[in-house]
């Protein structure tokens, strides 16, 4: 059994992760901001803002096993009414936000002798979608990080990354807050459904495992066939 720090473990995918890991018999050091977990038996949680410019992490254990860096935004909005500072808002939270964290993490889980880091993407970086650019910079560049960082630290530590489409979390409530919205998603994908958490949690703790201890470097899909299927 292992240990595993879950960035952003309150809500929605970060959470669903961090319950099915300790279902499995891991220990989770979990991170909060805004709305506070409990800490319960496997459940260690602490308060992180990323955004922070000076951030405690002497909670991190001297091992780790896994890392897995979950906040993230979805601000869909015409190109023209987006200003550079909301890129730059964005990009310091998902890919600034993951950089600190990694290097901060990373003596930890050296010391693991295998590793493995797991980051977010979305379905927009290899589609293109209608109002998705602010989204899109952001995960495209955690998508190349991915691929860079896999490298660099290959072949003790692996890094992969999850690109989801439309995914039923609590960030995702305004997309479908209705019956019709949901089954408008839903019909946007070819397996005709929206994603669920459990979804994304099980491929996320596969790659986390060692039944996934040759991939690395890769962008995995789970979307429901929409980035690779039409219809």
Same mark, same amino acid.
């Given at each position: 059994m292992g240990?595993?720090?879950? $960035?952003?473990?309150?809500?929605? +995918?970060?959470?669903?992760?961090a319950l099915q890991l300790i279902k499995e018999g891991h220990e989770v050091y979990g991170t909060f901001n805004s709305h506070p977990i409990e800490s319960v038996q496997n459940f260690n949680t602490h308060h992180l803002n990323v955004l922070d410019e000076s951030i405690d992490f002497s909670f991190i254990p001297t091992t780790?096993?896994?890392? $897995?860096?979950?906040?993230?935004? +979805?601000n869909l909005r015409p190109f023209a009414r987006i200003q550079p500072s909301d890129f730059l808002q964005d990009f310091n939270l998902q890919v600034g936000g993951a950089v600190k964290v990694i290097q901060a993490a990373l003596p930890a889980l050296k010391n693991s002798g295998s590793a493995s880091i797991l980051l977010f993407s979305t379905v927009a970086v290899q589609l293109g979608l209608n109002f998705h650019t602010q989204v899109a910079a952001s995960k495209g560049a955690i998508e190349g990080l991915t691929k860079a960082l896999s490298a660099e630290l290959a072949p003790n530590i692996r890094v992969n990354c999850i690109a989801p489409s439309l995914t039923d979390t609590p960030l995702a409530a305004s997309l479908l807050n209705s019956e019709q919205k949901m089954e408008a998603n839903a019909l946007r994908h070819p397996l005709k459904r929206v994603g669920t958490?459990?979804?994304?949690?099980?491929?996320a703790c596969f790659l986390l495992s060692d039944k996934s201890s040759w991939i690395t470097g890769q962008i995995l899909h789970?979307?429901?066939g929409m980035s690779s299927i039409k219809m």
């Open positions: 240990n595993f720090l879950v $960035i952003g473990a309150s809500s929605g +995918i970060g959470n669903a992760i780790l096993h896994g890392l $897995i860096y979950c906040p993230g935004t +979805i958490v459990n979804d994304i949690s099980e491929m789970v979307d429901g």
